[in-house]
C-alpha cells in the first residue's frame, strides 16, 4: 500500500462491468465487489465513510441498459454517511458530521441554478453524464486486473464503504437521523416528496392522486398525507396498494381500473417511469388540475394525450427532476416533518441486504417484490483496521 493509499482512501464497492447483462441478473452478475483506491479529497471534495445505501429504480434502469453510462462505473446513489476528510477548500462541512447524498450536484452559478430547483443545474448534469465529479476528473482508482478507469455514478458511487464526493452533492444532517432513514432522503423523498411540496399548490384539502407505489411515488404518498390532502394510490401490485392505505391514501387501486372508480384529482403525480403510467395520470387529472411527471421512461418511449383534453379542462403538465428541490433547503424540511412524526420515512424501508446481494436486489426490484432495499455497512471492515 502506498503512503497515499490509507485505509482511509480504499473502497470496497459494486461495480458495474458491462450494460449487456441479461435478467436475471443473479446470474449475470453484471455488478461485482471490487476492492479499489481512492484519491484524496481536492478542492471542495469529502472523503465520506459510508453507512448505509438504498437500491433504487435508477440504479435498475442503468443495470438494464435503459439509461446508459459509461463504464465500468462503480453504482449507487442514494447513501449516507460520516464525513472522514475534507479537501482544502470545503466550507460547509466538517469531519466527523453526517451527511445525505443527493446525486445531482448544483454549482450555484449557472443560469438554471437560479431556477430555485426548477431546472436541474447544467454543470452538474454534465458532469454526471461523464461519470466524473463536478469538480472535474475522477477520484477512485482503477480496475486492478485491467487497468479500466471506473467512473463515479452521479456524483455519489453509494454502493461502496467510502466515497470521495463533493460537497456541493452533500447535505449536512443531525445525528439523531438514522442512516437508512438519511439515505432514503437523497432522492425517493427529495423526488416523490419534493413534487408535492414543490411545483404547485393545489389548495387546503386538494386531492391528489399518485400514479405508481415504488419508493418515490410513495414518498409522494407520505408528502401528501402530511401536507392533509386527500390522497389515492395506483399500483398493480397489491401489497403496495394495502401500504399507501396503512401511511393515510383514503384508497387505492390497480390502474386498470383507475379510470373507471377514481375521481379526477387537483393533483396527479406520475412517479411510475413508463409513457402508459404516464398516460394514466393526465387521464386522471381534473379540470384546471396539474400532472407532475417524475419517472424517468426509456429515452425512446412516447405518449399519446389529447391536446383539446388539455385545452378545454385549463389543465397543466409539468416535469419535475429531483422534486424540483434544492437539497440544502428541502432536506431539513423533510426532517422536520419526519421528528414530528408526519413523514414516517423508515416505512419505505422494505428490507436490508449485504453488499455481496446487490444483483439479486436488483431483480427483486424488478420484479416490483421490494420499494427501498438498504444495504448497511460496518463502520469498518477487518482489513481495515
Given at each position: 500500500?502506498?503512503?497515499?493509499?490509507?485505509?482511509r482512501?480504499?473502497?470496497?464497492?459494486?461495480?458495474l462491468?458491462?450494460?449487456?447483462?441479461?435478467?436475471?441478473f443473479a446470474?449475470?452478475?453484471p455488478?461485482?465487489?471490487?476492492?479499489l483506491?481512492?484519491?484524496?479529497?481536492?478542492?471542495?471534495?469529502?472523503?465520506?465513510?459510508i453507512?448505509?445505501?438504498?437500491?433504487?429504480?435508477s440504479?435498475?434502469?442503468?443495470?438494464?441498459?435503459?439509461?446508459?453510462?459509461?463504464?465500468?462505473?462503480?453504482?449507487?446513489?442514494?447513501s449516507?454517511?460520516?464525513v472522514?476528510?475534507?479537501g482544502?477548500?470545503?466550507?460547509?462541512?466538517?469531519?466527523?458530521?453526517?451527511?445525505?447524498?443527493?446525486?445531482?450536484?448544483?454549482c450555484?452559478?449557472?443560469?438554471?441554478?437560479?431556477?430555485?430547483?426548477?431546472?436541474?443545474?447544467?454543470?452538474?448534469?454534465?458532469?454526471?453524464?461523464?461519470?466524473?465529479?463536478?469538480?472535474?476528473?475522477?477520484?477512485?482508482?482503477?480496475?486492478?486486473?485491467?487497468?479500466?478507469?471506473?467512473?463515479?455514478?452521479?456524483?455519489?458511487?453509494?454502493?461502496?464503504?467510502?466515497?470521495?464526493?463533493?460537497?456541493?452533492?452533500?447535505?449536512?444532517?443531525?445525528?439523531?437521523?438514522?442512516?437508512?432513514v438519511?439515505?432514503?432522503?437523497?432522492?425517493?423523498v427529495?423526488?416523490?416528496?419534493?413534487?408535492?411540496?414543490?411545483?404547485t399548490?393545489?389548495?387546503?384539502?386538494?386531492?391528489?392522486?399518485?400514479?405508481?407505489?415504488?419508493?418515490?411515488?410513495?414518498?409522494?404518498?407520505?408528502?401528501?398525507?402530511?401536507?392533509?390532502?386527500?390522497?389515492?394510490?395506483i399500483?398493480g401490485?397489491?401489497?403496495?396498494?394495502?401500504?399507501?392505505?396503512q401511511?393515510?391514501?383514503?384508497?387505492?387501486?390497480?390502474?386498470?381500473?383507475?379510470?373507471d372508480v377514481?375521481?379526477?384529482?387537483?393533483?396527479?403525480?406520475d412517479?411510475?417511469?413508463?409513457?402508459?403510467?404516464?398516460?394514466?395520470?393526465?387521464?386522471?387529472?381534473?379540470?384546471?388540475?396539474?400532472?407532475?411527471?417524475?419517472?424517468?421512461?426509456?429515452?425512446?418511449?412516447?405518449?399519446?394525450?389529447?391536446?383539446?383534453?388539455?385545452?378545454?379542462?385549463?389543465?397543466?403538465?409539468?416535469?419535475?427532476?429531483?422534486?424540483?428541490?434544492?437539497?440544502?433547503?428541502?432536506?431539513?424540511?423533510?426532517?422536520?416533518?419526519?421528528?414530528?412524526?408526519?413523514?414516517?420515512?423508515?416505512?419505505?424501508?422494505?428490507?436490508?441486504?449485504?453488499?455481496?446481494?446487490?444483483?439479486?436486489a436488483?431483480?427483486?426490484?424488478?420484479?416490483?417484490?421490494?420499494?427501498?432495499?438498504?444495504?448497511?455497512?460496518?463502520e469498518?471492515?477487518?482489513?481495515?483496521?
Amino acid at each position: 500500500m502506498s503512503a497515499s493509499e490509507t485505509p482511509r482512501r480504499r473502497t470496497r464497492g459494486a461495480v458495474l462491468r458491462r450494460l449487456d447483462a441479461s435478467s436475471p441478473f443473479a446470474g449475470s452478475t453484471p455488478l461485482t465487489i471490487e476492492e479499489l483506491a481512492l484519491a484524496a479529497p481536492v478542492g471542495r471534495e469529502v472523503l465520506v465513510r459510508i453507512e448505509a445505501a438504498s437500491v433504487c429504480h435508477s440504479d435498475l434502469s442503468v443495470v438494464e441498459g435503459l439509461r446508459p453510462r459509461p463504464t465500468p462505473m462503480l453504482l449507487g446513489h442514494e447513501s449516507a454517511g460520516i464525513v472522514e476528510e475534507v479537501g482544502p477548500d470545503v466550507v460547509d462541512v466538517a469531519v466527523g458530521e453526517r451527511v445525505v447524498m443527493t446525486f445531482l450536484p448544483r454549482c450555484g452559478d449557472c443560469a438554471e441554478c437560479a431556477t430555485n430547483g426548477r431546472l436541474p443545474c447544467s454543470v452538474g448534469t454534465r458532469s454526471n453524464e461523464r461519470g466524473e465529479l463536478i469538480g472535474g476528473g475522477f477520484r477512485i482508482g482503477a480496475l486492478p486486473r485491467t487497468g479500466e478507469q471506473v467512473r463515479h455514478h452521479l456524483g455519489v458511487s453509494g454502493f461502496a464503504t467510502r466515497a470521495v464526493v463533493d460537497e456541493r452533492s452533500v447535505v449536512v444532517i443531525e445525528h439523531d437521523v438514522p442512516a437508512d432513514v438519511a439515505a432514503v432522503l437523497g432522492c425517493a423523498v427529495l423526488t416523490g416528496g419534493g413534487a408535492v411540496m414543490n411545483v404547485t399548490d393545489p389548495g387546503e384539502g386538494a386531492s391528489v392522486v399518485v400514479v405508481g407505489l415504488g419508493g418515490v411515488g410513495m414518498a409522494a404518498v407520505l408528502m401528501a398525507v402530511a401536507l392533509n390532502y386527500r390522497v389515492t394510490g395506483i399500483d398493480g401490485v397489491q401489497a403496495k396498494r394495502d401500504l399507501a392505505v396503512q401511511l393515510g391514501a383514503e384508497q387505492a387501486c390497480d390502474p386498470e381500473t383507475s379510470r373507471d372508480v377514481v375521481e379526477r384529482a387537483d393533483l396527479v403525480i406520475d412517479a411510475t417511469g413508463n409513457a402508459r403510467g404516464f398516460e394514466t395520470a393526465v387521464s386522471l387529472t381534473a379540470p384546471g388540475g396539474t400532472t407532475v411527471t417524475v419517472g424517468l421512461p426509456p429515452a425512446g418511449a412516447m405518449s399519446s394525450i389529447s391536446p383539446l383534453g388539455l385545452v378545454a379542462e385549463a389543465r397543466t403538465i409539468v416535469g419535475s427532476y429531483l422534486g424540483s428541490a434544492v437539497p440544502k433547503r428541502d432536506i431539513p424540511k423533510f426532517i422536520s416533518l419526519w421528528r414530528e412524526g408526519k413523514l414516517p420515512i423508515e416505512r419505505l424501508i422494505s428490507s436490508e441486504i449485504r453488499l455481496d446481494q446487490i444483483n439479486e436486489a436488483m431483480d427483486a426490484l424488478a420484479a416490483g417484490e421490494q420499494m427501498r432495499q438498504i444495504v448497511r455497512f460496518e463502520e469498518a471492515s477487518h482489513d481495515e483496521q
